[in-house]
Protein backbone atom coordinates (compact mmCIF):
# COMPACT_ATOMS: atom_id res chain seq x y z
CA UNK A 1 0.00 0.00 0.00
CA UNK A 2 1.37 3.32 -0.79
CA UNK A 3 2.03 6.15 1.98
CA UNK A 4 1.20 9.73 1.76
CA UNK A 5 3.02 11.97 -0.41
CA UNK A 6 2.52 15.10 0.10
CA UNK A 7 2.63 17.86 -2.71
CA UNK A 8 3.76 21.59 -2.88
CA UNK A 9 3.10 22.53 -6.20
CA UNK A 10 0.88 25.20 -7.64
CA UNK A 11 -2.91 24.06 -8.38
CA UNK A 12 -3.53 24.21 -12.43
CA UNK A 13 -6.88 26.10 -11.70
CA UNK A 14 -7.82 28.95 -12.94
CA UNK A 15 -10.64 30.57 -10.82
CA UNK A 16 -13.35 32.65 -12.81
CA UNK A 17 -14.69 34.59 -9.41
CA UNK A 18 -16.65 36.61 -10.86
CA UNK A 19 -18.62 33.90 -12.90
CA UNK A 20 -18.08 31.68 -10.30
CA UNK A 21 -16.69 29.20 -12.47
CA UNK A 22 -13.61 27.07 -12.06
CA UNK A 23 -11.90 25.77 -15.45
CA UNK A 24 -9.65 22.82 -15.52
CA UNK A 25 -7.55 22.03 -18.48
CA UNK A 26 -6.78 18.51 -19.14
CA UNK A 27 -4.67 18.77 -22.24
CA UNK A 28 -7.03 16.61 -24.06
CA UNK A 29 -10.24 19.27 -23.25
CA UNK A 30 -10.78 22.04 -21.00
CA UNK A 31 -13.44 21.72 -18.37
CA UNK A 32 -15.36 24.47 -16.40
CA UNK A 33 -16.40 23.60 -12.75
CA UNK A 34 -18.82 25.61 -10.79
CA UNK A 35 -18.26 26.87 -7.49
CA UNK A 36 -21.64 26.86 -5.19
CA UNK A 37 -22.61 28.48 -2.36
CA UNK A 38 -22.53 24.97 -0.59
CA UNK A 39 -18.68 25.62 -0.91
CA UNK A 40 -18.19 22.87 -3.10
CA UNK A 41 -17.27 22.94 -6.87
CA UNK A 42 -18.51 19.90 -9.01
CA UNK A 43 -17.13 19.49 -12.40
CA UNK A 44 -20.01 17.01 -13.88
CA UNK A 45 -20.13 15.04 -17.04
CA UNK A 46 -15.74 14.92 -17.55
CA UNK A 47 -15.13 12.49 -20.52
CA UNK A 48 -12.49 9.56 -19.07
CA UNK A 49 -11.99 7.61 -22.26
CA UNK A 50 -12.91 7.71 -26.13
CA UNK A 51 -16.43 7.55 -27.35
CA UNK A 52 -17.33 3.46 -26.96
CA UNK A 53 -19.45 3.35 -30.46
CA UNK A 54 -18.97 2.00 -33.54
CA UNK A 55 -15.87 -0.27 -33.85
CA UNK A 56 -15.13 0.41 -29.98
CA UNK A 57 -18.38 -0.39 -28.66
CA UNK A 58 -17.27 -3.84 -27.56
CA UNK A 59 -14.06 -3.09 -27.17
CA UNK A 60 -11.70 -2.09 -23.77
CA UNK A 61 -12.01 1.94 -23.36
CA UNK A 62 -9.79 3.90 -25.20
CA UNK A 63 -7.47 7.02 -23.90
CA UNK A 64 -9.81 9.89 -24.48
CA UNK A 65 -9.41 11.58 -27.71
CA UNK A 66 -10.92 15.62 -28.55
CA UNK A 67 -14.46 15.31 -27.64
CA UNK A 68 -16.36 14.72 -31.11
CA UNK A 69 -19.64 15.92 -31.99
CA UNK A 70 -21.33 12.64 -31.20
CA UNK A 71 -21.22 12.24 -27.34
CA UNK A 72 -23.49 9.27 -27.08
CA UNK A 73 -22.11 7.22 -25.25
CA UNK A 74 -21.50 6.50 -21.17
CA UNK A 75 -17.64 6.85 -20.54
CA UNK A 76 -17.84 10.12 -18.45
CA UNK A 77 -17.36 10.92 -14.65
CA UNK A 78 -17.89 13.82 -12.01
CA UNK A 79 -15.37 14.91 -9.67
CA UNK A 80 -16.71 16.93 -6.30
CA UNK A 81 -13.95 19.11 -4.68
CA UNK A 82 -14.05 21.54 -1.67
CA UNK A 83 -13.92 25.45 -3.23
CA UNK A 84 -10.66 26.48 -3.91
CA UNK A 85 -8.80 23.50 -2.25
CA UNK A 86 -5.21 25.24 -3.33
CA UNK A 87 -5.60 26.59 -0.17
CA UNK A 88 -4.49 23.46 1.31
CA UNK A 89 -1.04 22.58 1.84
CA UNK A 90 -1.58 19.60 0.38
CA UNK A 91 -3.38 17.53 -1.77
CA UNK A 92 -6.30 16.48 -0.63
CA UNK A 93 -7.64 12.23 -0.19
CA UNK A 94 -9.45 11.14 -2.99
CA UNK A 95 -13.03 8.60 -2.50
CA UNK A 96 -13.88 7.21 -5.79
CA UNK A 97 -17.16 5.10 -5.97
CA UNK A 98 -18.42 2.48 -7.92
CA UNK A 99 -21.74 2.10 -8.69
CA UNK A 100 -23.93 -1.29 -7.84
CA UNK A 101 -26.57 -2.10 -9.90
CA UNK A 102 -25.22 -6.31 -10.43
CA UNK A 103 -23.03 -4.81 -13.75
CA UNK A 104 -26.88 -5.18 -15.65
CA UNK A 105 -28.50 -2.15 -14.20
CA UNK A 106 -27.38 1.81 -14.08
CA UNK A 107 -28.06 1.52 -9.75
CA UNK A 108 -27.02 4.92 -8.15
CA UNK A 109 -24.02 5.55 -10.41
CA UNK A 110 -23.91 9.80 -10.03
CA UNK A 111 -24.59 10.24 -6.31
CA UNK A 112 -24.07 13.65 -4.84
CA UNK A 113 -20.67 13.85 -3.19
CA UNK A 114 -21.74 17.03 -0.97
CA UNK A 115 -22.97 15.30 2.22
CA UNK A 116 -19.80 13.09 2.40
CA UNK A 117 -17.35 16.38 1.48
CA UNK A 118 -19.14 18.22 4.47
CA UNK A 119 -19.03 15.55 6.70
CA UNK A 120 -15.48 15.32 6.30
CA UNK A 121 -15.01 19.28 7.29
CA UNK A 122 -14.29 20.38 3.77
CA UNK A 123 -10.97 17.20 3.74
CA UNK A 124 -11.13 15.07 0.57
CA UNK A 125 -12.57 14.77 -2.45
CA UNK A 126 -15.66 12.54 -4.44
CA UNK A 127 -15.67 10.99 -8.00
CA UNK A 128 -18.55 9.12 -9.40
CA UNK A 129 -18.62 7.91 -12.72
CA UNK A 130 -20.65 5.68 -15.64
CA UNK A 131 -18.88 2.49 -17.01
CA UNK A 132 -20.38 -0.07 -19.32
CA UNK A 133 -23.10 -2.50 -18.34
CA UNK A 134 -25.03 -5.31 -19.45
CA UNK A 135 -24.19 -6.60 -22.92
CA UNK A 136 -21.83 -3.65 -24.16
CA UNK A 137 -19.82 -4.53 -20.24
CA UNK A 138 -19.78 -8.17 -21.21
CA UNK A 139 -16.08 -9.69 -21.59
CA UNK A 140 -15.22 -7.63 -18.52
CA UNK A 141 -15.44 -4.31 -20.63
CA UNK A 142 -17.34 -2.77 -17.89
CA UNK A 143 -14.29 -3.58 -15.51
CA UNK A 144 -11.89 -2.44 -18.10
CA UNK A 145 -13.82 0.86 -17.44
CA UNK A 146 -13.17 0.85 -14.00
CA UNK A 147 -9.33 0.36 -14.36
CA UNK A 148 -9.35 3.45 -16.91
CA UNK A 149 -11.48 5.63 -14.41
CA UNK A 150 -8.37 5.49 -11.88
CA UNK A 151 -5.54 6.14 -14.53
CA UNK A 152 -7.40 9.16 -15.40
CA UNK A 153 -6.96 9.68 -11.51
CA UNK A 154 -3.74 8.90 -11.52
CA UNK A 155 -3.22 11.30 -14.25
CA UNK A 156 -5.51 14.14 -14.03
CA UNK A 157 -6.63 14.35 -10.19
CA UNK A 158 -3.87 16.64 -9.26
CA UNK A 159 -5.38 19.12 -11.12
CA UNK A 160 -7.98 19.72 -9.23
CA UNK A 161 -6.42 19.59 -6.27
CA UNK A 162 -6.61 15.96 -5.33
CA UNK A 163 -4.03 13.51 -4.07
CA UNK A 164 -3.45 10.80 -6.74
CA UNK A 165 -1.20 8.83 -3.48
CA UNK A 166 -4.01 8.84 -1.73
CA UNK A 167 -7.04 7.52 -3.21
CA UNK A 168 -9.72 5.30 -1.67
CA UNK A 169 -12.31 3.45 -3.77
CA UNK A 170 -15.52 2.92 -2.32
CA UNK A 171 -18.71 1.16 -3.92
CA UNK A 172 -22.18 -1.25 -2.91
CA UNK A 173 -23.28 -4.53 -3.99
CA UNK A 174 -21.94 -5.06 -7.47
CA UNK A 175 -19.72 -1.83 -6.75
CA UNK A 176 -17.75 -4.07 -3.75
CA UNK A 177 -17.42 -6.80 -6.58
CA UNK A 178 -15.78 -4.46 -8.81
CA UNK A 179 -13.28 -3.74 -5.65
CA UNK A 180 -12.50 -7.17 -5.17
CA UNK A 181 -11.57 -7.60 -9.07
CA UNK A 182 -9.84 -4.68 -9.42
CA UNK A 183 -8.10 -6.09 -6.36
CA UNK A 184 -6.44 -9.21 -8.04
CA UNK A 185 -6.94 -7.78 -11.31
CA UNK A 186 -4.27 -9.88 -13.76
CA UNK A 187 -3.68 -11.87 -11.06
CA UNK A 188 -3.03 -8.72 -8.33
CA UNK A 189 -0.69 -6.65 -10.60
CA UNK A 190 -0.03 -3.47 -8.54
CA UNK A 191 0.09 -0.50 -10.60
CA UNK A 192 -0.61 1.80 -7.38
CA UNK A 193 -3.92 3.30 -9.12
CA UNK A 194 -5.71 3.45 -4.71
CA UNK A 195 -4.55 2.46 -1.95
CA UNK A 196 -7.52 1.47 0.20
CA UNK A 197 -10.97 -0.24 -0.32
CA UNK A 198 -14.79 0.33 1.43
CA UNK A 199 -16.91 -2.32 0.48
CA UNK A 200 -20.48 -1.86 1.23
CA UNK A 201 -22.72 -5.18 0.76
CA UNK A 202 -20.44 -6.88 -1.04
CA UNK A 203 -21.87 -9.10 -3.72
CA UNK A 204 -20.61 -12.84 -4.89
CA UNK A 205 -22.52 -14.52 -7.81
CA UNK A 206 -21.39 -17.44 -9.22
CA UNK A 207 -18.72 -16.43 -11.80
CA UNK A 208 -19.02 -18.14 -15.51
CA UNK A 209 -16.17 -18.82 -17.98
CA UNK A 210 -16.47 -17.40 -21.10
CA UNK A 211 -17.63 -20.38 -22.49
CA UNK A 212 -20.04 -20.53 -20.22
CA UNK A 213 -20.99 -16.94 -20.70
CA UNK A 214 -22.11 -17.72 -24.43
CA UNK A 215 -25.89 -18.55 -23.48
CA UNK A 216 -25.88 -14.36 -22.74
CA UNK A 217 -24.30 -13.90 -26.04
CA UNK A 218 -26.92 -16.11 -27.45
CA UNK A 219 -30.03 -14.28 -25.55
CA UNK A 220 -28.96 -11.16 -27.45
CA UNK A 221 -28.42 -12.37 -30.79
CA UNK A 222 -32.19 -13.92 -30.10
CA UNK A 223 -33.82 -10.82 -29.60
CA UNK A 224 -32.23 -8.45 -31.67
CA UNK A 225 -33.91 -10.66 -34.29
CA UNK A 226 -30.14 -12.45 -35.55
CA UNK A 227 -31.23 -16.11 -34.23
CA UNK A 228 -31.05 -17.41 -37.99
CA UNK A 229 -27.78 -18.02 -37.38
CA UNK A 230 -28.06 -20.17 -34.66
CA UNK A 231 -29.69 -23.28 -34.16
CA UNK A 232 -32.76 -22.22 -32.09
CA UNK A 233 -32.82 -25.52 -30.10
CA UNK A 234 -29.53 -25.23 -28.56
CA UNK A 235 -30.17 -22.14 -26.80
CA UNK A 236 -33.26 -22.34 -24.97
CA UNK A 237 -31.81 -22.70 -21.85
CA UNK A 238 -29.93 -19.64 -20.11
CA UNK A 239 -27.47 -22.14 -18.50
CA UNK A 240 -26.58 -25.61 -17.84
CA UNK A 241 -28.49 -27.25 -14.38
CA UNK A 242 -30.31 -24.16 -14.41
CA UNK A 243 -34.48 -23.67 -14.96
CA UNK A 244 -35.06 -20.30 -15.54
CA UNK A 245 -33.12 -16.82 -16.03
CA UNK A 246 -30.75 -15.45 -13.45
CA UNK A 247 -31.16 -12.32 -11.29
CA UNK A 248 -28.57 -11.01 -13.70
CA UNK A 249 -27.97 -12.07 -17.45
CA UNK A 250 -24.50 -10.59 -17.58
CA UNK A 251 -21.56 -10.35 -15.25
CA UNK A 252 -17.51 -10.81 -14.92
CA UNK A 253 -15.89 -13.75 -16.39
CA UNK A 254 -13.06 -15.77 -15.69
CA UNK A 255 -11.06 -15.04 -19.17
CA UNK A 256 -7.87 -16.04 -17.88
CA UNK A 257 -6.52 -12.31 -18.43
CA UNK A 258 -8.10 -9.39 -16.37
CA UNK A 259 -10.02 -12.34 -14.31
CA UNK A 260 -7.47 -14.98 -14.28
CA UNK A 261 -9.29 -17.43 -11.85
CA UNK A 262 -11.90 -17.56 -9.44
CA UNK A 263 -11.18 -15.07 -6.74
CA UNK A 264 -11.67 -12.66 -3.84
CA UNK A 265 -9.66 -9.96 -1.46
CA UNK A 266 -10.24 -6.74 0.11
CA UNK A 267 -10.07 -4.35 3.26
CA UNK A 268 -13.76 -2.94 4.30
CA UNK A 269 -16.58 -5.33 4.40
CA UNK A 270 -20.18 -5.18 5.76
CA UNK A 271 -23.57 -6.02 5.43
CA UNK A 272 -27.37 -4.99 6.22
CA UNK A 273 -29.26 -7.45 8.43
CA UNK A 274 -31.66 -8.46 5.60
CA UNK A 275 -29.29 -8.37 2.81
CA UNK A 276 -31.56 -10.80 0.30
CA UNK A 277 -35.25 -10.03 0.44
CA UNK A 278 -35.07 -7.22 -2.49
CA UNK A 279 -34.26 -10.25 -4.82
CA UNK A 280 -36.11 -13.48 -3.65
CA UNK A 281 -39.47 -13.09 -5.30
CA UNK A 282 -42.28 -13.37 -2.34
CA UNK A 283 -43.88 -16.39 -4.02
CA UNK A 284 -42.15 -19.22 -2.37
CA UNK A 285 -44.51 -21.34 -0.60
CA UNK A 286 -42.09 -24.14 -0.11
CA UNK A 287 -38.80 -26.02 -0.23
CA UNK A 288 -39.22 -26.62 -3.89
CA UNK A 289 -39.53 -23.64 -5.16
CA UNK A 290 -37.19 -22.15 -3.30
CA UNK A 291 -34.53 -24.54 -3.98
CA UNK A 292 -34.99 -23.49 -7.67
CA UNK A 293 -34.63 -20.07 -7.09
CA UNK A 294 -30.91 -20.83 -4.71
CA UNK A 295 -29.80 -23.72 -8.29
CA UNK A 296 -30.99 -20.90 -10.91
CA UNK A 297 -28.74 -18.28 -9.18
CA UNK A 298 -25.60 -20.95 -7.99
CA UNK A 299 -26.45 -23.36 -10.85
CA UNK A 300 -23.22 -25.51 -9.76
CA UNK A 301 -24.75 -26.57 -6.72
CA UNK A 302 -25.02 -30.30 -5.52
CA UNK A 303 -27.94 -32.30 -4.11
CA UNK A 304 -25.61 -32.39 -0.77
CA UNK A 305 -26.00 -28.95 -0.65
CA UNK A 306 -29.17 -28.85 -1.32
CA UNK A 307 -29.70 -30.83 1.82
CA UNK A 308 -27.50 -28.97 4.08
CA UNK A 309 -28.76 -25.33 3.10
CA UNK A 310 -32.15 -26.34 3.51
CA UNK A 311 -31.89 -27.83 6.88
CA UNK A 312 -30.34 -24.93 7.76
CA UNK A 313 -32.42 -22.85 6.66
CA UNK A 314 -36.08 -24.22 5.51
CA UNK A 315 -37.76 -25.46 8.65
CA UNK A 316 -41.10 -24.66 8.81
CA UNK A 317 -40.66 -22.88 12.29
CA UNK A 318 -38.55 -20.27 10.43
CA UNK A 319 -41.54 -18.82 8.63
CA UNK A 320 -43.00 -15.68 8.87
CA UNK A 321 -45.82 -13.81 6.78
CA UNK A 322 -45.66 -10.71 5.49
CA UNK A 323 -47.80 -8.43 3.10
CA UNK A 324 -48.38 -10.11 0.23
CA UNK A 325 -45.61 -12.42 0.46
CA UNK A 326 -45.52 -16.73 0.77
CA UNK A 327 -45.00 -17.87 4.14
CA UNK A 328 -40.94 -18.99 2.73
CA UNK A 329 -40.00 -15.49 1.36
CA UNK A 330 -38.15 -14.63 4.25
CA UNK A 331 -36.13 -17.94 5.04
CA UNK A 332 -35.50 -17.64 0.91
CA UNK A 333 -34.14 -14.48 1.54
CA UNK A 334 -31.77 -14.93 4.61
CA UNK A 335 -30.33 -18.00 3.00
CA UNK A 336 -29.72 -16.35 -0.28
CA UNK A 337 -28.16 -13.01 1.50
CA UNK A 338 -25.92 -15.25 3.67
CA UNK A 339 -24.56 -17.35 0.46
CA UNK A 340 -24.21 -14.11 -1.86
CA UNK A 341 -23.85 -11.18 0.57
CA UNK A 342 -22.66 -11.85 4.46
CA UNK A 343 -21.15 -14.83 4.00
CA UNK A 344 -18.63 -13.49 1.67
CA UNK A 345 -17.95 -10.62 3.39
CA UNK A 346 -16.99 -12.43 6.88
CA UNK A 347 -14.84 -14.80 4.64
CA UNK A 348 -12.76 -11.46 3.34
CA UNK A 349 -12.42 -10.27 6.41
CA UNK A 350 -11.16 -13.63 8.04
CA UNK A 351 -8.34 -13.59 4.67
CA UNK A 352 -7.20 -10.28 5.67
CA UNK A 353 -6.84 -11.26 9.09
CA UNK A 354 -5.06 -13.76 8.48
CA UNK A 355 -2.42 -11.89 6.30
CA UNK A 356 -2.21 -9.63 9.13
CA UNK A 357 -3.82 -6.70 7.35
CA UNK A 358 -6.33 -4.68 8.70
CA UNK A 359 -9.80 -4.94 7.86
CA UNK A 360 -13.01 -3.90 9.31
CA UNK A 361 -16.02 -5.22 9.44
CA UNK A 362 -19.35 -4.12 10.03
CA UNK A 363 -23.27 -5.32 10.60
CA UNK A 364 -25.91 -2.81 9.81
CA UNK A 365 -29.00 -3.19 12.20
CA UNK A 366 -30.58 0.57 11.36
CA UNK A 367 -34.69 -0.25 11.38
CA UNK A 368 -37.28 1.67 9.41
CA UNK A 369 -40.77 0.99 10.83
CA UNK A 370 -41.87 1.20 7.26
CA UNK A 371 -39.61 -1.29 5.68
CA UNK A 372 -39.68 -3.17 8.73
CA UNK A 373 -43.64 -3.96 8.31
CA UNK A 374 -43.43 -4.67 4.70
CA UNK A 375 -40.51 -7.49 5.55
CA UNK A 376 -38.01 -6.01 3.60
CA UNK A 377 -36.22 -4.85 6.96
CA UNK A 378 -32.56 -3.19 6.61
CA UNK A 379 -32.35 -4.30 2.78
CA UNK A 380 -29.61 -4.20 1.00
CA UNK A 381 -27.08 -1.33 0.48
CA UNK A 382 -29.88 0.64 2.86
CA UNK A 383 -26.57 2.04 4.87
CA UNK A 384 -25.38 4.05 1.80
CA UNK A 385 -28.11 6.43 2.59
CA UNK A 386 -26.88 7.15 5.76
CA UNK A 387 -22.98 7.35 4.24
CA UNK A 388 -24.06 9.73 1.53
CA UNK A 389 -26.83 11.48 3.73
CA UNK A 390 -30.71 11.28 2.97
CA UNK A 391 -30.31 14.58 0.79
CA UNK A 392 -28.03 13.58 -1.43
CA UNK A 393 -29.04 9.86 -2.77
CA UNK A 394 -31.25 8.95 -5.83
CA UNK A 395 -34.46 7.27 -5.01
CA UNK A 396 -36.60 7.54 -1.63
CA UNK A 397 -34.59 6.80 1.44
CA UNK A 398 -36.69 5.84 4.37
CA UNK A 399 -38.21 8.65 6.10
CA UNK A 400 -37.14 7.59 9.47
CA UNK A 401 -33.62 9.01 7.77
CA UNK A 402 -34.80 12.01 8.37
CA UNK A 403 -36.74 12.03 11.94
CA UNK A 404 -35.67 9.32 14.36
CA UNK A 405 -33.05 7.49 12.35
CA UNK A 406 -31.52 10.89 11.27
CA UNK A 407 -28.63 10.54 14.45
CA UNK A 408 -27.28 7.82 12.25
CA UNK A 409 -25.97 9.25 9.83
CA UNK A 410 -23.39 11.40 10.73
CA UNK A 411 -22.31 8.42 13.00
CA UNK A 412 -21.80 6.49 9.36
CA UNK A 413 -19.92 9.57 7.95
CA UNK A 414 -17.94 9.86 10.31
CA UNK A 415 -16.38 6.50 10.25
CA UNK A 416 -16.52 6.89 6.26
CA UNK A 417 -15.11 10.17 6.35
CA UNK A 418 -12.35 8.64 8.87
CA UNK A 419 -11.47 5.91 6.66
CA UNK A 420 -11.26 8.44 3.43
CA UNK A 421 -9.01 10.69 4.92
CA UNK A 422 -6.58 8.27 6.76
CA UNK A 423 -6.89 4.72 5.82
CA UNK A 424 -9.37 3.87 9.45
CA UNK A 425 -12.66 4.52 10.64
CA UNK A 426 -11.60 5.92 14.09
CA UNK A 427 -9.09 8.82 14.09
CA UNK A 428 -11.85 11.12 12.46
CA UNK A 429 -15.41 9.30 14.09
CA UNK A 430 -18.22 11.24 14.96
CA UNK A 431 -17.94 12.34 18.70
CA UNK A 432 -19.20 9.83 20.80
CA UNK A 433 -19.32 7.04 18.30
CA UNK A 434 -17.53 3.74 19.98
CA UNK A 435 -13.88 2.49 18.75
CA UNK A 436 -14.54 0.39 15.45
CA UNK A 437 -11.62 -2.85 16.28
CA UNK A 438 -10.57 -4.54 13.45
CA UNK A 439 -11.63 -7.73 12.67
CA UNK A 440 -10.64 -10.51 14.78
CA UNK A 441 -10.00 -13.76 12.83
CA UNK A 442 -10.57 -16.08 16.06
CA UNK A 443 -13.57 -13.67 17.94
CA UNK A 444 -14.89 -12.61 14.66
CA UNK A 445 -15.52 -9.50 15.50
CA UNK A 446 -17.67 -6.26 13.67
CA UNK A 447 -19.39 -3.52 14.74
CA UNK A 448 -23.25 -3.57 15.11
CA UNK A 449 -24.54 -0.01 14.16
CA UNK A 450 -28.42 0.34 15.20
CA UNK A 451 -29.57 4.03 16.15
CA UNK A 452 -28.54 4.70 19.80
CA UNK A 453 -27.57 1.20 19.67
CA UNK A 454 -23.74 0.58 17.84
CA UNK A 455 -21.43 -0.92 19.68
CA UNK A 456 -18.66 -4.04 18.99
CA UNK A 457 -20.61 -7.43 18.56
CA UNK A 458 -19.08 -11.02 17.65
CA UNK A 459 -20.55 -13.09 15.07
CA UNK A 460 -23.16 -15.56 16.07
CA UNK A 461 -22.39 -18.72 16.23
CA UNK A 462 -25.50 -20.31 14.32
CA UNK A 463 -24.17 -17.69 11.85
CA UNK A 464 -20.89 -18.38 12.25
CA UNK A 465 -21.80 -21.92 11.68
CA UNK A 466 -24.07 -21.71 8.44
CA UNK A 467 -20.98 -19.54 7.28
CA UNK A 468 -17.79 -21.52 7.35
CA UNK A 469 -20.17 -23.96 5.38
CA UNK A 470 -20.99 -21.81 2.91
CA UNK A 471 -17.51 -20.62 2.83
CA UNK A 472 -16.14 -24.14 2.41
CA UNK A 473 -17.95 -24.54 -0.85
CA UNK A 474 -17.49 -21.42 -2.71
CA UNK A 475 -15.19 -22.54 -4.72
CA UNK A 476 -17.84 -25.02 -6.07
CA UNK A 477 -20.16 -22.25 -6.41
CA UNK A 478 -17.78 -20.84 -8.88
CA UNK A 479 -17.91 -17.81 -6.45
Known sequence: MAQYILFAQVFLLLF???AQEVVVDLEYARYRGRALSNGLVQWLGIRYAASPTGPLRFSAPQTSLPIP???????FLDVYSPYRASNHPEFLPVFVRIQGGGFN???NPNYNGTGLIQASGMGIFVVTFNHRIQQDGSVNNGLKDQIKVLEWVQ???HKFGGNPKH??????SAGTASINLLLSAYGGKDDDLFHAAAAESQSFATMLSLNQSQFAYNNL????GCAKVLQRENINTPLANAQQAPLY??????????????TYRACYFGDDTNEGTIFVPKNMSNVGEVDIFIQTQFPTIKLEQFAAINAWYFHESQTRQFPDAKPYWRPASTAYGEMRYICPGIDMSSIYAKARINSWNYHYAVQDPDLEESGLGVDHIVEIKAIWGPNYVTGDPPSSYFTTNAPIVPVMQGYWTSFIKTFAPNPHHYPGSPQWNTWGNEGYSRIFIKTNETRMEQVSEDQRECCEYLINIRPELQQ
Request: charged share 20%; with cysteine.
Open 16 to 18: LTA
Open 69 to 75: EDTSDCL
Open 105 to 107: QNS
Open 155 to 157: KYI
Open 167 to 172: VVVGGA
Open 221 to 224: VIRT
Open 249 to 262: LYGPVVDGDFVPDY
